[in-house]
């Protein structure tokens, strides 16, 4: 049987074909194994920031459970009598007083 519209050269052809089909399946080969590598790199970093982040909720919770404890034993000191109500005034006072003191020495200590 006779090869209809094949030349000569027809060998040649086929063989820089098939060249260059190896050469961008290599090509593609690579890229996708850089993509993967990439993914996994992605999915350990996210795996790492639930930890952090799981971390941080367990941290938060205690700070608020220290926080409500200090709110309540305030309000409690406020509550009672007139003498717990002067201390408590000069400990605001005082409290307000150091916050801008800091302030002051920050703000002039950068400039």
Same mark, same amino acid.
């Not at 993914?39 to 930890?51: M, P, R, T, V």
């Not at 201390?87 to 150091?98: K, M």
């Given at each position: 049987?006779a090869?209809? /519209?094949?030349?000569?050269?027809? /060998?040649?052809?086929?063989?820089?074909?098939? +060249?260059?089909? $190896?050469?961008?399946?290599?090509?593609?080969?690579?890229?996708?194994?850089?993509? $993967?590598?990439? +993914?996994?790199?992605?999915?350990?970093? +996210?795996?790492?920031?639930?930890?952090?982040?799981?971390?941080?909720?367990?941290? @938060?919770?205690?700070?608020? /459970?220290?926080?409500? %404890?200090?709110? $309540?034993? @305030?309000?409690?000191m +406020?509550?009672? %009598? =007139?003498?717990? =109500? $002067?201390?408590?005034?000069?400990?605001?006072? /005082?409290?307000?007083?150091? @916050?801008?003191?800091?302030?002051?020495?920050?703000?002039?200590?950068?400039?």
């Amino acid at each position: 049987m006779a090869d209809w /519209g094949r030349g000569p050269n027809s /060998g040649a052809v086929d063989e820089m074909l098939d +060249a260059e089909n $190896k050469r961008l399946s290599e090509n593609l080969s690579s890229k996708v194994t850089r993509l $993967k590598s990439l +993914a996994l790199d992605i999915d350990k970093e +996210a795996d790492d920031h639930n930890k952090y982040l799981d971390g941080m909720d367990s941290d @938060f919770l205690s700070v608020t /459970g220290l926080l409500s %404890g200090s709110v $309540k034993r @305030f309000t409690g000191m +406020a509550r009672s %009598g =007139r003498d717990n =109500r $002067k201390l408590l005034c000069y400990v605001s006072s /005082g409290l307000v007083g150091l @916050f801008f003191l800091l302030y002051y020495l920050v703000s002039h200590s950068s400039t």
